[in-house]
Nanobody, 120 residues
Framework: VQLVESGGGLVLPGGSLRLSCAASNSIFREYAMAWYRQAPGKQRELLAFITSGNSTNYADSVKGRATISRDSAKNTVYLLMNSPEPEDTAVYYC???????????????WGQGTQVTVSS
């Protein structure tokens, strides 16, 4: 499975951003998908995940500002974030994983990442 993120770039504070992650084949429909980010000098952070049944979960840092969704026909998962702040500046990654025991479990399948810079 290959994952390709897109949609990053320079975003104005208070604007919005929409990231996409396209999977190379339809097997991803059977798995949970997640968005992570990593800011310079910080650990990679789980932001949101969506299960194969389309249940979603969000980290406190983006809860109420972000929406994760998936389009199985396009093998694509999205992250929409409203009102981004400079603190949201990071490289954003998608991941294929599994959801069980109430927790998202990442696999080794990661995209290459897309840089998001929130600045005026």
């Amino acid at each position: 499975v290959q994952l390709v993120e897109s949609g990053g770039g320079l975003v104005l504070p208070g604007g919005s951003l929409r990231l996409s992650c396209a999977a190379s084949n339809s097997i991803f429909r059977e798995y949970a998908m997640a968005w992570y980010r990593q800011a310079p000098g910080k650990q990679r952070e789980l932001l949101a995940f969506i299960t194969s049944g389309n249940s979603t979960n969000y980290a406190d840092s983006v809860k109420g500002r972000a929406t994760i969704s998936r389009d199985s026909a396009k093998n694509t998962v999205y992250l929409l974030m409203n009102s981004p702040e400079p603190e949201d500046t990071a490289v954003y990654y998608c991941n294929v994983g599994a959801y069980y025991s109430g927790t998202y479990h990442p696999t080794g399948y990661w995209g290459q990442g897309t840089q998001v810079t929130v600045s005026s």
